[in-house]
C-alpha cells in the first residue's frame, strides 16, 4: 500500500491529538482562596522535592565510579539511593494531585457535562480518597513514632541508620495528599454549591497558564 492509498496525513495527526486529549482530560474547577493557599504551598514542596532526583542521579554516580574504578562497593551509598528516590517520589504525590496530572484516563468521564463530572468528583473524594488517606495518616504516624523510639536501623550491617526517617517521610506524604484531596473537595464544592466563595481568574493570565 501507498502513502496515497493510507488517506491524508492531517487526518492522522488530528486523531493522535484528539487520542491524547482524552488521556490528558482535565476537570476545570473553579478555585477559591483557601485551595489556592494550599495548592501554592503543595506545589513548592513538590517542585522542592523534585531537586531529590538531582541528588539521586550523583549518588548513583558516585557508587558506580567507587564500585567499578575504585573497587570499593557501599551499602551506605546504596540504601542512601532509594531512601532519596522514595522521598523524592513520595513528596511529589500531592502536587500531582494538585495538578490534576495523575493517572486519569475515562472515556466517560471526559464525555459528561462539567456539573455531573464535578458531582462525581465530590462523591469520589468524599466516600473513598478521603477516608482511605485519613486511614492512612492514622496507621502511618504511629508506624514512623514506634520506628523513632525503637531506634529502628537498617538490617546491612553497614547499611543506614535513623531508619524512622523515610518512615516519616511516608507518613507526612499521605497527610500532604489528604490536604490536596481537600483542597480539591473545596474547588468542587464550590463549583456545585458556590461554597466557598469561586474566586475569578482573570482571562489574560488563564492564557498564560494554559500556554505554559
Not at 42 to 69: H, Q
Given at each position: 500500500?501507498?502513502?496515497?492509498?493510507?488517506?491524508?496525513?492531517?487526518?492522522?495527526?488530528?486523531?493522535?491529538?484528539?487520542?491524547?486529549?482524552?488521556?490528558?482530560?482535565?476537570?476545570?474547577?473553579?478555585?477559591?482562596?483557601?485551595?489556592?493557599?494550599?495548592?501554592?504551598?503543595?506545589?513548592?514542596?513538590?517542585?522542592?522535592?523534585?531537586?531529590?532526583?538531582?541528588?539521586?542521579?550523583?549518588?548513583?554516580?558516585?557508587?558506580?565510579?567507587?564500585?567499578?574504578?575504585?573497587?570499593?562497593?557501599?551499602?551506605?551509598?546504596?540504601?542512601?539511593?532509594?531512601?532519596?528516590?522514595?522521598?523524592?517520589?513520595?513528596?511529589?504525590?500531592?502536587?500531582?494531585?494538585?495538578?490534576?496530572?495523575?493517572?486519569?484516563?475515562?472515556?466517560?468521564h471526559e464525555r459528561l457535562s462539567l456539573r455531573t463530572q464535578g458531582w462525581?468528583?465530590?462523591?469520589?473524594?468524599?466516600?473513598?480518597?478521603?477516608?482511605?488517606?485519613?486511614?492512612?495518616?492514622?496507621?502511618?504516624?504511629?508506624?514512623?513514632?514506634?520506628?523513632?523510639?525503637?531506634?529502628?536501623?537498617?538490617?546491612?550491617?553497614?547499611?543506614?541508620?535513623?531508619?524512622?526517617?523515610?518512615?516519616?517521610?511516608?507518613?507526612?506524604?499521605?497527610?500532604?495528599?489528604?490536604?490536596?484531596?481537600?483542597?480539591?473537595?473545596?474547588?468542587?464544592?464550590?463549583?456545585?454549591?458556590?461554597?466557598?466563595?469561586?474566586?475569578?481568574?482573570?482571562?489574560?493570565?488563564?492564557?498564560?497558564e494554559d500556554a505554559s
Amino acid at each position: 500500500m501507498t502513502v496515497s492509498d493510507q488517506g491524508p496525513q492531517p487526518n492522522r495527526r488530528v486523531s493522535v491529538s484528539g487520542a491524547d486529549e482524552l488521556i490528558h482530560h482535565h476537570t476545570e474547577l473553579p478555585t477559591t482562596r483557601i485551595s489556592q493557599w494550599i495548592d501554592s504551598v503543595l506545589t513548592a514542596i513538590g517542585k522542592t522535592a523534585s531537586w531529590l532526583w538531582l541528588v539521586v542521579t550523583g549518588v548513583i554516580i558516585w557508587a558506580v565510579v567507587g564500585r567499578y574504578v575504585f573497587g570499593q562497593g557501599s551499602v551506605l551509598l546504596e540504601e542512601v539511593q532509594w531512601h532519596l528516590a522514595g522521598a523524592g517520589w513520595l513528596l511529589g504525590l500531592a502536587y500531582t494531585l494538585v495538578v490534576d496530572d495523575h493517572v486519569r484516563v475515562d472515556v466517560i468521564h471526559e464525555r459528561l457535562s462539567l456539573r455531573t463530572q464535578g458531582w462525581i468528583e465530590f462523591f469520589g473524594l468524599l466516600l473513598l480518597l478521603l477516608p482511605f488517606l485519613a486511614l492512612a495518616v492514622y496507621e502511618m504516624f504511629p508506624y514512623a513514632i514506634r520506628s523513632w523510639e525503637i531506634g529502628e536501623t537498617s538490617q546491612a550491617p553497614a547499611g543506614l541508620s535513623n531508619r524512622w526517617v523515610l518512615k516519616s517521610v511516608l507518613a507526612l506524604s499521605f497527610a500532604l495528599i489528604l490536604i490536596a484531596a481537600v483542597s480539591r473537595l473545596l474547588k468542587v464544592t464550590a463549583l456545585l454549591f458556590g461554597f466557598p466563595r469561586p474566586i475569578r481568574v482573570d482571562a489574560g493570565n488563564k492564557k498564560k497558564e494554559d500556554a505554559s
